[in-house]
């Protein structure tokens, strides 16, 4: 793994394209409103027939402040009375949800995202834990992998005190960018001693991991003033790093409208702040995990990838892909054994849906044969960089030169560029490739063609 990212800028012109992320796959994208509530029980009651364990993931819209860059689903309110009338419907939707599975299906991964999570008040959050654990088995003796994603404006020690008495032991912090400038174009003023403060908390109160996520290619932003960023960063020593791609999408996302076009930094700019973050990185003892991703050699996804048990899913990269997967709130995303599905987007449909006890779950995808096949593929490739035929063959009695007979030439094309390493046994993603990852899966990716190319992000 010493050798894990290469940086080769003629590679990557030619393949950084727009191309999903394949938290999933099929991706959401596909997702149809010929699924619905009645295909969720059917999946709910086989997972709990395979009693297999749960992962569990809670979104909480609100924001109090917008940030230009967001292309999240949430609400942005100074109003935190709006958030009573959402935790009740929430809380009947849990409700609805865990009598349809078996008491003895242990939680072992939980996620808050948003929106803020910590817009809600300490005893919002309180009774929402309290409510969870009724109607969940969540594990009391901290072993389970239990996160919340943490604004530090809205966050102090209180705060952090709350959620770890709460069970809560690892923190995903928004940062983004510490220069004021580029912090003024995206409407997200937020100082170095405020997201210290929450990270000396979360290190003194023994939460188990810290990350932390920034962007790149936002307004006003250079290579230099990017570097610096990271610097401050590294000394603050997180476990991981999220290291995202602004993708600006106008049309999309009203709030990134509100940002100059004029001020974004060139794609070139853009190329050297990646190549650089990567430089400093890999020198401060960082291991490139894929897609965006850091994690110092001792944390838990670099050890499973180095044991080749690393998974993904819509909670990104992941140590519990075993689980089944329970999106509670608006716009969340359930996988259950081969079922994808996904509440409305409509706040006031979600809580008008779930005010007439039915849930509002408003679109999705049964994966067929094919698909439970290109998702083991991409699986691999994304999670450990190379792939063993043999594996896949057994998996599901197929012979793979012959099934994907049509792919050989593109697969040889990669090949002969340094992307890939391709025999008859294996596809190994090369040092120069990783970074590319997301082109080699799109390989794979029966849907591809069909899809409006605008709806996904540059790869990098």
């Not at 990212?5 to 099929?26: A, E, F, N, Q, V």
């Not at 966050?155 to 928004?174: H, P």
């Not at 894929?290 to 944390?299: Q, R």
């Amino acid at each position: 793994m010493l050798d894990a990212i290469r940086w080769d800028t003629d590679l990557i012109r030619r393949y950084d394209l727009s191309g999903p992320r394949y938290t999933s796959y099929p991706t959401a994208v596909q997702f149809t409103s010929q699924v619905g509530t009645f295909d969720l029980f059917h999946a709910l009651r086989d997972s709990r027939k395979a009693l297999r364990p749960l992962s569990l993931y809670v979104h909480v819209p609100f924001c109090a402040n917008i940030c230009y860059y967001c292309a999240c689903n949430k609400v942005i309110t100074k109003d935190r009375g709006r958030a009573l009338p959402y935790l009740q419907r929430l809380e009947q939707e849990i409700q609805l949800i865990a009598c349809h599975l078996d008491p003895a299906q242990k939680v072992e991964q939980l996620h808050f995202g948003g929106g803020t999570p910590t817009f809600l008040s300490h005893d919002e959050l309180r009774q929402l834990m309290a409510h969870l654990r009724k109607h969940f088995n969540l594990l009391d003796d901290d072993s389970g992998d239990y996160g919340i994603e943490i604004d530090p404006r809205e966050a102090d020690w209180s705060t952090m005190g709350l959620l770890r008495e709460l069970g809560f032991n690892r923190v995903s912090i928004g940062l983004q960018d510490l220069d004021p400038a580029v912090q003024r174009a995206v409407n997200r003023l937020q100082s170095l001693e405020e997201t210290r403060a929450v990270i000396d908390a979360a290190r003194t109160l023994q939460f188990r991991s810290i990350n932390i996520d920034l962007i790149y290619g936002l307004p006003r932003q250079t290579p230099e003033n990017f570097a610096r960023t990271v610097e401050e960063v590294i000394n603050l020593q997180p476990d991981r790093l999220s290291v995202f791609n602004y993708a600006h999408l106008p049309e999309r996302f009203m709030p990134q409208r509100r940002i100059n076009s004029a001020d974004l930094p060139s794609p070139a700019q853009k190329l050297e702040m990646l190549q650089t973050t990567i430089e400093q990185l890999t020198q401060a003892g960082y291991r490139y995990i894929g897609m965006d991703h850091f994690a110092l050699p001792d944390d838990e996804l670099a050890i499973a990838q180095e044991e080749s048990t690393l998974q993904r899913n819509f909670q990104g990269y992941t140590t519990h892909g075993h689980c089944d997967l329970v999106g509670l709130g608006v716009s969340a995303i359930s996988q259950i054994g081969d079922l994808y599905c996904q509440n409305t987007s409509d706040l006031n449909l979600y809580q008008n849906t779930l005010a007439s006890a039915q849930l509002a779950t408003n679109r999705g995808l049964l994966c067929n044969a094919d698909d439970r096949l290109r998702r083991a593929v991409i699986q691999q490739l994304i999670c450990g960089f190379s792939l063993e035929f043999a594996s896949i063959e057994q998996a599901f009695n197929i012979d793979f030169r012959g099934y994907f007979s049509e792919l050989w030439p593109q697969l040889q094309e990669m090949a002969n560029d340094g992307l890939i390493e391709l025999d008859n046994e294996r596809i190994s993603v090369l040092p120069a490739g990783r970074l590319l990852v997301r082109s080699v899966c799109m390989v794979f990716d029966a849907y591809l063609e069909q899809q409006n190319r605008q709806r996904f992000s540059r790869v990098i």
